[in-house]
């Protein structure tokens, strides 16, 4: 897998964009400013926002973004990914959430949606 670089931003805002999620994550990111443990919401809203990710993966669009970013970010075609069995595709995406929580802070996520 590679490292996340600034064109992968875009890529996420067109994500976030065609699922509708900007003021949904605006409002988990309002929770946050009023919490003092910012590491235990910081889980809680990972998982929120999966579930919100999960919801909307009937939509054509959506399911291609997501692969389009989860094969280019794991340097396999979009095929080979399609192909990929799921234990193989569900710990490329764990590997994909590390990298972002390694590359930006919670905080720094949260900027983006004030």
């Known amino acids: 897998m590679r490292k996340i670089v600034s064109t992968d931003i875009f890529k996420?805002?067109?994500l976030i964009k065609a699922m509708n999620l900007k003021e949904q994550l605006k409002g988990l990111f309002v929770k946050a400013n009023?919490?003092?443990?910012?590491?235990r919401l910081a889980k809680e809203q990972g998982v929120t926002f999966l579930?919100?990710?999960i919801e909307d993966l009937s939509n054509p669009?959506?399911?291609?973004?997501?692969?389009?970013?989860a094969a280019d970010l794991g340097e396999v075609t979009v095929e080979e990914l399609k192909g990929m069995e799921l234990k193989h595709f569900l710990?490329?995406?764990?590997d994909?959430?590390?990298e972002i929580k390694?590359?930006?802070t919670?905080?720094?996520?949260k900027s983006f949606f004030r």
């Open 61 to 69: 669009e959506v399911e291609s973004l997501i692969y389009d970013m």
């Open 51 to 53: 579930g919100m990710i």
């Open 91 to 94: 710990a490329l995406i764990g």
């Open 106 to 109: 919670f905080e720094e996520i």
């Open 12 to 14: 996420f805002a067109k």
């Open 102 to 104: 390694a590359t930006m």
């Open 96 to 98: 994909i959430w590390k």
């Open 34 to 39: 009023n919490s003092e443990d910012i590491p």
